[in-house]
């Protein structure tokens, strides 16, 4: 009769709950976590009630990684508990969501990686791996290299506090006796009136020590290296977000992430990841 009528086969939610998913996933994979969390917010509020227990699942993990990804170690590993344990209730063998089993996986490895952040070389792993998020995912390379040079400032500073030494409030006698008046004098902060080492002078006690008790280590393979961990330093300087007025790249990234894990005899495969979300 040539009037025009619309019919809904399915409820007009599903369909835009299918292009805030895509978004969603975009958001995360690109390392904006915080985004993806409050989108996810959104879709929880309107999906039906049968759907809501799943995304907010999902939205405490990805609150996780977010939360992980700025370093707040103890509340994302809460939050991966608690979304870990209702996802895998939804996501049961017999239903439709075992697609979610790879991502429950990931999320368990990289819970028990946070349960022990604090163990060995592991939180200077987890720096390097934000490095790398931020130069690979955001292209935000002057930030990551901001975070290689905080590596090598906190590797020193791990090596040192196996002496017993706090690069940030230098007790003389555990230094050195050869290296100690130097030290006091040239690192002595008068306005926090203590013995302050910056990342150079870290490396240099580790250096005496290992030579006063006849061992190679860390120090003594920075001095070897000195040339090429210099240039990086140089690149912390230079930034824009420092003390320069230069934007760095990603080929200054890569050069610098190279040199960084060979004196750190650290293997790529051995940083913590996270994982693609495909929802």
């Not at 690109?30 to 999902?58: G, H, I, M, W």
Request: some cysteine.
């Amino acid at each position: 009769n040539g009037e025009e009528k619309a019919y809904f086969l399915n409820n007009p939610w599903e369909e835009l709950a299918y292009q805030e998913r895509k978004k969603i996933n975009l958001l995360f994979n690109t390392a904006r976590y915080r985004t993806a969390k409050e989108r996810l917010e959104y879709c929880q509020e309107r999906v039906p009630d049968n759907s809501k227990p799943f995304f907010s699942a999902l939205k405490d993990l990805v609150e996780g990684y977010y939360l992980w990804d700025i370093f707040k170690y103890r509340p994302a590993l809460h939050k991966f508990n608690k979304g870990y344990r209702d996802l895998k209730l939804i996501c049961s063998p017999l239903a439709e969501n075992h697609s979610y089993f790879p991502l429950l996986s990931h999320v368990e490895q990289n819970a028990r990686f946070l349960e022990k952040i604090h163990e060995g070389l592991n939180i200077v792993l987890d720096l390097l791996a934000n490095a790398l998020r931020r130069a690979r995912l955001e292209n935000k390379y002057d930030d990551a290299i901001i975070r290689l040079y905080r590596t090598l400032e906190l590797r020193a500073e791990l090596e040192l506090g196996n002496y017993g030494i706090n690069p940030s409030d230098v007790r003389l006698d555990l230094v050195p006796s050869r290296l100690r008046n130097y030290i006091q004098e040239k690192y002595f902060n008068k306005n926090q009136n203590k013995v302050m080492l910056p990342l150079y002078g870290s490396y240099q006690v580790l250096k005496e020590i290992e030579k006063e008790r006849g061992q190679e280590g860390l120090g003594q393979r920075f001095f070897a290296q000195e040339k090429e961990l210099q240039q990086i330093m140089g690149l912390r300087n230079s930034s824009i977000l420092t003390h320069g007025k230069n934007f760095l790249d990603e080929n200054k990234f890569h050069q610098a992430y190279q040199v960084i894990i060979n004196f750190l005899e650290i293997s790529q495969e051995n940083l913590p990841t996270f994982p693609g979300l495909e929802i």
